[in-house]
C-alpha cells in the first residue's frame, strides 16, 4: 500500500516563491517515478502573512505544519517589514516554527561541486574537494534566552540580549553532532568561545562529557574567531561543525561562500530521532539558507538549486528515501556538468539560464 507523505510548502517572500515551486516539481517527479504520494498543502508565512493577516505565522499555517510529515520552506523577510517590532517581523516565523516543531539541529552541508571552484573567491587550491557539515544548535542561545529587548535607563537606551544554555540543550545537539560524525570520517569539531562566554565555557565541558560515549568519534574544540579564520585559511581541515545558534548563523554563511554560491546550499532542521534514519521519523523543516534576495525577485534570477537539494534532504532524513535523495544529488550534478548556470554561479563559457529553466533541467535529468 502506498503511504501518503504529507509536505507543508511555505514559499514565503522575495524568491522564496520562485524556487519553492521548483523543488515541488522535483519531488512530484521523484513521486512518479520511484511510486511515493506526496500530498502537498501550500501556506503564507513571513512577510506574505504579515500583509494578509497582521502575524508572521498565522495559526493556519503552523497547523499545517504540525499536521504534515515534513515542511518545505523557502525564504522570509525584506526591507518592506524591517522598520516593524522584533516580535512581528517575518523571520519570527522561523523561530516559531523550529520551536514548536521541535526542531532543535540544523544541518548545513557545504559541498563543493568541482566545476564551480572559479565562482569561488579563493584560490581553487584552497577549496577543492572541501565537504563539510555545520551542526547548528537551533532552539536555545542567544536569539532565545531572557531576558531581551530595549530599555530605556539615565543614559538613553540600552539593548539586552543573553546567552543561556542548559546542559540538556548542549547535550542533545552534541550528541547529533556526534552522530553525523560517526556517518562520516568521524571527526567532529566543537566550536565555542570559552576563555571568554561563560556559556560556552559549560558548552565545552558538556560535549567533552558526551563525548565518552562516542570514542570512535575524535572531538577537538577551537574558538569561534579562530574558527571563522581558518575556513578561510584551510577548510578542508574541517568535515563536521558543531556549534551555538549564533555562531552556526555566521560560520555556516562563511563555509557558503567557500562553495562560490550560497544559492547552492540546503539545510534540514531536525529533531534527535530523525538522524538515525528511522522510517517511522516524519517531522523536519527544510530550507535553502540563502535569505529572499528581494533586489532580484521575480525577476528568473534566482538560483532553485539549494530549494531542490533542500528537498533531497528531506527524503534523505525525513523519509529515510535514500535512493530518491542521491538521485535529486546526481541530477544536479549532471546539470552543473552540462554547463547550465544561473546568474550567481556563472562563468565565462558557461550557458547562463533562469530559475524556471534550471530546474526544467534536473527535472529533464530525473525523467
Request: glycine share 10%; aromatic share 6%; net charge negative.
Amino acid at each position: 500500500m502506498t503511504k501518503k507523505m504529507k509536505i507543508a510548502v511555505l514559499p514565503g517572500d522575495g524568491i522564496g516563491k520562485e524556487i519553492t515551486p521548483q523543488a515541488v516539481a522535483v519531488l512530484e517527479i521523484i513521486g512518479k517515478k520511484y511510486e511515493h504520494a506526496f500530498e502537498f498543502e501550500t501556506h503564507i508565512v513571513g512577510g506574505a502573512a504579515i500583509d494578509e493577516t497582521g502575524h508572521p505565522l498565522p495559526d493556519e499555517t503552523l497547523r499545517s505544519a504540525m499536521a504534515a510529515d515534513a515542511v518545505l520552506l523557502g525564504a522570509v523577510g525584506g526591507p518592506k517589514w524591517e522598520g516593524l517590532d522584533y516580535a512581528i517581523r517575518p523571520e519570527r516565523a522561523l523561530l516559531g516554527l523550529r520551536e514548536k516543531l521541535g526542531l532543535f539541529a540544523n544541518l548545513r552541508p557545504a559541498i563543493l561541486y568541482p566545476m564551480l571552484a572559479d565562482a569561488s573567491t579563493l584560490k581553487r587550491e584552497v577549496i577543492e574537494g572541501i565537504d563539510l557539515m555545520v551542526v547548528r544548535e537551533l532552539t536555545g542561545g542567544i536569539y532565545f534566552g531572557q531576558p531581551r529587548g530595549v530599555e530605556t535607563f539615565e543614559g538613553g537606551e540600552r539593548g539586552i540580549n543573553t546567552l543561556v544554555y542548559t546542559t540538556a540543550e548542549i547535550e542533545r545537539i552534541a550528541r547529533i553532532g556526534f552522530e553525523v560524525a560517526r556517518k562520516r570520517s568521524k571527526k567532529l569539531m566543537s566550536i565555542d568561545k570559552a576563555n571568554v562566554l561563560e556559556a560556552t565555557e559549560l558548552w565545552r565541558k558538556v560535549v567533552t562529557k558526551v563525548h565518552k560515549d562516542y570514542p570512535d568519534v575524535a572531538l577537538s574544540h577551537m574558538y569561534v574567531d579562530n574558527c571563522a579564520m581558518q575556513l578561510i585559511r584551510n577548510p578542508k581541515q574541517f568535515d563536521v561543525i558543531v556549534t551555538t545558534n549564533m555562531f552556526g548563523d555566521i560560520l555556516s554563511d562563511a563555509a557558503a561562500m567557500l562553495t562560490g554560491s550560497i544559492g547552492m546550499l540546503p539545510s534540514a532542521s531536525i529533531g534527535k530521532e530523525c538522524i538515525a534514519g528511522r522510517p517511522d521519523c516524519l517531522k523536519g523543516m527544510y530550507e535553502p539558507i540563502h535569505g529572499s534576495a528581494p533586489d532580484i525577485a521575480g525577476q528568473d534570477k534566482a538560483n532553485p538549486l539549494a530549494s531542490i537539494l533542500s528537498a533531497a534532504m528531506m527524503l534523505k532524513y525525513s523519509f529515510a528515501l535514500e535512493t530518491e535523495a542521491a538521485a535529486i544529488e546526481a541530477a544536479v550534478f549532471k546539470v552543473l556538468e552540462a554547463g547550465y548556470r544561473t546568474p550567481d554561479i556563472a562563468e565565462a563559457g558557461s550557458k547562463q539560464i533562469g530559475t524556471e529553466e534550471m530546474g526544467r533541467r534536473v527535472i529533464e535529468q530525473l525523467a
